[in-house]
């Protein structure tokens, strides 16, 4: 009896340490806890629709009223632009601190370094989306009375001797259809850039008291400060030990060199130095984890003739929004104070800017 249990104990232990093997192959960094961020494709984000004001008004730059070859509102206001959208599955660890001896012009200085490790995944057929039309809206349609050459490119292609009525707009063929996102794999290649943000930094505070009803105001100020991420090699190597990685690290420089294809990942870490001690909650903003975009137009602008292509519109590119909180004063800032979300808000999103 006692044999048989202790092989039963032998073999419970084996499968555990297969079972712990297997976990540490599977994730080769050190304990913590990785949050995932899917890839987000909406399907508005496989088109844009914008006039060209360009061509809905004439050389005097007054607005067009259409001509015998077209017209110019018919074709030129709110034109889709379609676009096959690719996006990128993001895995991040909770903010760290490090601290490095730094080359600096006073020489070796030691810094505290915070910083985030993260993946990037091209997840196959679920990272990029082709926006295919099956409606086409294309070319224009004469009633033919009286026998005059039409002059439009459209009609010159064709080759025929088509005519067009006198004084008569166009009409385009429109035929019905809808559009179709479809999903399929390619290889992705992406220049990350991380923002650190906060507009919540404590400048001061100032305690009142109203002598004739004892009532207290305090009024608190608050300073806004944005911070990049740096590329530093000592703390990129000093991370990598410490975070037990099969592979090096990668920094954004080094990613945008690379073509990641369907189904793999790599590794990095973002880094910063030199972060103001007062900050007790922020936001990481990740930039070039898809090429989703959107143009907005200028609210009061006028189209003038000469204005550059383009004028009066603002492109807006679609980045992830990752929300920390510190709980810590400005004396002491260590990892043990960081937090994944601020309270109210969402841990992470997606947003245009």
């Known amino acids: 009896m006692r044999r048989f249990f202790f092989a039963l104990s032998v073999g419970l232990l084996g499968v555990f340490l297969l079972a712990c093997g297997s976990l540490q192959a599977q994730n080769p960094l050190g304990p913590g806890v990785m949050t995932t961020v899917s890839p987000d494709i909406q399907y508005d984000d496989t088109y844009t629709r914008q006039a060209l004001v360009e061509f809905l008004k004439d050389d005097t730059g007054e607005p067009s009223t259409g001509s015998i070859v077209f017209d110019r509102k018919q074709w030129a206001d709110e034109v889709r ?155 990129i190597d000093a991370i990598s030990k410490r975070e037990k990685t099969e592979k090096p690290l990668e920094s954004t420089v080094s990613i945008a060199g690379k073509t990641i294809q369907p189904n793999e990942t790599v590794w990095g870490v973002a880094t910063w130095v030199d972060v103001d001690p007062r900050i007790n909650s922020f936001a990481v903003f990740v930039s070039g984890l898809t090429n989703a975009y959107k143009w907005e137009s200028v609210e009061g602008y006028v189209y003038q003739k000469g204005d550059p292509p383009g004028s009066g519109r603002e492109l807006f590119r679609k980045v992830l929004k990752l929300n920390f909180s510190r709980p810590g004063d400005e004396f002491e800032m260590n990892e043990r104070q960081f937090r994944i979300g601020i309270q109210g808000e969402l841990d992470f999103e997606w947003v245009y800017q």
């Open 81 to 235: 632009f379609g676009r096959d959208i690719w996006c990128l599955e993001f895995q991040y660890k909770p903010m760290r601190t490090i601290w490095v001896d730094m080359p600096t012009e006073k020489g070796i200085e030691r810094k505290l370094v915070l910083y985030m490790v993260y993946t990037i995944t091209n997840a196959g057929e679920k990272s990029a989306v082709r926006s295919s039309i099956d409606r086409k809206i294309e070319f224009p349609e004469h009633t033919t009375v009286e026998v005059t050459a039409c002059t439009c490119q459209y009609c010159q292609g064709s080759g025929n001797g088509t005519t067009l009525e006198i004084n008569a707009t166009p009409a385009l063929r429109n035929q019905p259809g809808t559009f179709k996102p479809e999903p399929f794999e390619t290889p992705i290649q992406s220049a990350l850039r991380f923002l650190l943000a906060s507009d919540r930094i404590l400048e001061s505070t100032k305690t009142t008291v109203d002598p004739k009803t004892g009532e207290i105001t305090t009024n608190v100020q608050r300073t806004a400060a944005v911070f990049s991420d740096q590329i530093i090699p000592v703390a």
